[in-house]
């Protein structure tokens, strides 16, 4: 195997964590969903439960947060209401809302990511290497982007599906990548 340099995983930084994985956004996500249709009988368990496994199996995935980008989940058999969002069997979930149902969670992501480059300065971060289920999430790739960008760095910021490492970054130093948890 001569030619090939491999590369070892050091510690850079001492690690850190918070609960701010995706399930805190189906919480989330679920407050809304409690607060929207309170007193609204027609939305029961069952339909809470299936708007639930819609939002985990498609929109949490997808959301970008796009301004004009709204998000549908199908609620057959309830009446259309204008105030609540519902139209032809659909509920439609507008941006902006999703943007806050998201928001927690992803600062909080942002700011530890950020604390853990923070922390192996002088070091210069290149790559920032998301893994799990949200770290899959496009919106959260965005939002570290813009917060390392107005940090006035560089590092690229990318996911694996890899659901065993929380985040990795990728320094250029002796030892050239640095594991984070």
């Known amino acids: 195997m001569a030619g090939l340099n491999p590369r070892s995983l050091v510690e850079a930084a001492p690690g850190s964590g918070g609960l701010c994985g995706s399930t805190f956004i189906n919480r989330a996500f679920e407050v809304w969903l409690d607060r929207r249709f309170h007193g609204f009988a027609a939305f029961d368990r069952d339909?809470?439960?299936?708007?639930?496994?819609?939002f985990e199996e498609k929109i949490k995935k997808r959301f970008k947060g796009s301004a004009n980008e709204p998000y549908?989940?199908?609620?057959?058999?309830?009446?259309?209401?204008?105030?609540?969002?519902?139209?032809?069997?659909?509920?439609t979930i507008p941006t902006n809302e999703l943007r806050a149902i998201f928001k927690e969670?992803?600062?909080?992501?942002?700011?530890?990511?950020?604390?853990?480059?923070?922390?192996?300065?002088?070091?210069?971060?290149?790559?920032?290497?998301?893994?799990?289920?949200?770290?899959?999430?496009?919106?959260?790739?965005?939002?570290?982007?813009?917060?390392?960008?107005?940090?006035?760095?560089?590092?690229a910021v990318k996911h694996v599906m890899n659901r065993s490492v929380s985040a990795v970054l990728h320094c250029q130093m002796v030892l050239p990548t640095l594991a984070v948890y």
């Open 47 to 54: 339909l809470k439960t299936h708007v639930m496994a819609q």
């Open 105 to 155: 969670v992803t600062d909080r992501v942002v700011r530890l990511v950020m604390d853990q480059i923070y922390a192996t300065m002088p070091a210069q971060v290149t790559t920032v290497v998301l893994a799990g289920g949200l770290g899959a999430n496009e919106y959260l790739e965005l939002e570290l982007e813009r917060a390392i960008r107005r940090a006035g760095l560089s590092a």
């Open 72 to 91: 549908k989940c199908e609620v057959i058999g309830l009446p259309n209401n204008s105030a609540l969002g519902i139209w032809n069997g659909r509920l």
